[in-house]
């Protein structure tokens, strides 16, 4: 309950912040051991996303987050992401896509039907996070997103919310280092994280949109690449 009413406070107070620049965030700067920010391992599913302005690469949390993983990693195999654009781009927030209508209102998982969310004290939207997109409790598809929210949103009175609902230090610490929106958490389904090419998603979400925010330019998915650490 004090966890809910941290992220019904903090919402608003994350989103009166949107429509500042920010800047990269450099996550090998980041002094954290939580999962998100240690380097992939041997055996780890890793997703190369292709774009327009460069790779993005990300590493995938099966254990925490089966269903979306594998519905991810199915539908990036079956091209099914291919030549889809970010429909959504919002200034030291996030970058949105995964709508193959390309209006932010279409998609499909691979079971044809809207999945349950994921939620775990292992994962986080931590800058770089990379999340389900969803329109409510249980409505998983295709959609997805990458978190890019700079440090300096993680402010003295969201840290104060934070540890009065009872977060621990760990994460908070992390928030501070590495930015994020922790008013997303426990609302949409964290998956992966990015590991390469988090300057690619900052571009991203530097381009200029239109008052639906949507890139004025199209940015699209040439292809997402799925293997695995050898």
Known sequence: MKKLAFIAFVTLLCFSLIGCSSKVVNL?????????????????????????????????YPQYAPLAVENFVSLSQNGYYNGVKFHRVIEDFIIQSG??????????????LPFSDEFSDKLHHYSGA??????GEDTNRSQFFIVTSS????????????QQAGW????????????????LDYRYTVFGQVYEGLEIAFKINGEKT??????KKDIIIQSIEISVIE
């Open 168 to 183: 621990r230090e760990d994460i908070i610490n992390t928030y501070k280092q590495a930015g994020g929106s922790p008013d």
């Open 28 to 60: 090998a700067k980041v002094e954290s051991n939580e999962l998100q920010f240690i380097k992939p391992q041997k055996g780890d599913t890793v997703a190369t996303i292709k774009t327009d302005l460069g790779d993005i690469k990300v590493v995938l």
């Open 151 to 162: 440090p300096k949103n993680i402010k003295d009175e969201v840290v104060t919310l934070m």
């Open 99 to 112: 709508d193959p209508t390309g209006t932010g209102t279409g998609g499909n998982s691979i079971w044809e």
């Open 130 to 135: 990379l999340s389900m997109a969803n329109s």
């Open 210 to 215: 239109d008052e639906h925010d949507m890139p």
